[in-house]
């Protein structure tokens, strides 16, 4: 099962909005297919296992496992619980059942009465946290959402109308690997005006996230990297909605309840998972209306004593600290 685990978390996002999987096969305690669901639309993990073993008649002998109850239902490709039956798979082994209601244990409650032997539950909680994102999404019909900022040791996040860079080179490129693995990016206008940021994935293999930005009475020039027309970008206002051009659509909304809005859109987008980047107004807004699943804050190991202050992360909810050179990663996470 880890082995599955580690080939599911290959996907690096690009399977969205369908859950990470990976599935293994193997008879007589030797590998003999594997797979990972890599995109959407695309063949899933148990499908992709199946069609690797070399020698079909062996599957009527062996072990599959997958990290999530493989799909019951029909969409852009067929149940693979039917692959399993089909195959006579007799011994199927799972890290958690999928509680999507097109599927809810129906897969496992079909292979237990044809015969298969059913173990679920192995290495559950790795599994529930490489697919967090997806639980969240159709659990509270709407986005994982993670607040990300970088500060220095006493939590200054910048300077009022200066980039402030505070991570290094190293955090940098973890950065970009964390936006290749989200459905989009939101900035405030200060953030977008002052760090004039293109919100891209360039240092990292994967997509490009949707960029999304705040610009309540659209302030924000057209000049700014965020409209150079190179990815797609949305951009929320309180006024009319501007003509849309390449890559670039207005959408107009009411700002007095902002949050509670951005949701309804982004559940209508099908995002699975937002990251907000700030500025420290933003972040705190969501913050307060506890509307986040996940913190990540890089943290140098400067002090820069005045300057805009950070949020304060809620410590009880501190999941791991990581070093990272002269600067280190904290990890917060909320699962209520």
């Given amino acids: ?13 690009s399977q969205q909005p369908n859950p990470r999987v990976g599935a293994v096969i193997v008879h007589q305690g030797r590998i003999i297919g594997e797979g990972f669901h890599q995109q959407a ?3 899933h993990a148990e499908v992709l296992a199946v069609r ?28 693979c619980v039917d692959l399993i039956v089909r195959h006579k ?31 679920v539950g192995v290495l559950e909680e790795e599994a529930a946290w490489l697919n967090r994102r997806f639980f ?12 990300k900022w970088a500060c220095s040791l006493d939590d200054i996040m910048g300077r009022a109308g200066e980039n402030l860079r505070i991570s290094n080179p190293i955090s940098s490129r973890i950065n970009h690997r964390w936006r290749s693995q989200e459905s989009a990016i939101l900035v405030g206008r200060k953030t977008a005006a002052v760090d004039n940021p293109a919100l891209s994935n360039r240092h990292h293999f994967g997509r490009q996230p949707l960029r999304m930005v705040l610009d309540r009475e659209g302030q924000l020039p057209m000049g700014l990297q965020l ?4 990815q797609a970008t949305r951009v929320y206002r309180a006024i009319p909605p501007a003509l849309e051009q390449k890559n670039l659509s207005f959408v107009q909304l009411p700002y007095e ?33 506890g509307l986040w699943d996940e913190i990540r804050i890089l943290r140098s190991s400067d002090i820069l004593g005045q300057g805009i202050a950070a949020p304060i992360a809620p410590k009880n909810y501190l999941r791991s600290v990581a070093p990272l050179f002269d600067n ?3 990890i917060y996470y909320r699962n209520d």
């Fill in 41 to 43: 639309g695309e063949p």
């Fill in 257 to 289: 309840q902002l949050l509670e809005e951005l949701c309804v859109d982004w559940q209508q987008l099908d995002l699975q998972s937002v990251l907000v980047e700030g500025g420290a107004q933003l972040l705190q807004s969501f913050l307060s209306a």
């Fill in 1 to 13: 099962m880890s082995r599955a685990i580690s080939l599911a978390r290959l996907s690096g996002g």
């Fill in 89 to 119: 798979i007799p011994r199927v082994v799972i890290a958690q059942a999928d509680p999507f209601e097109k599927v809810g244990g129906k897969s496992i409650a079909r292979l237990k009465a044809l015969g298969h032997e059913v173990k």
């Fill in 52 to 79: 690797s073993v070399q020698d079909q008649s062996l599957l009527a002998q062996s072990t599959i496992y997958v990290t999530l109850e493989p799909c019951f239902h029909h969409g852009r490709t067929p149940p």
């Fill in 328 to 330: 280190r990663v904290e």
């Fill in 227 to 230: 409209f150079d027309g190179q």
């Fill in 136 to 147: 969240r999404h159709i659990g509270q019909k709407r986005p994982y959402i993670i607040l």
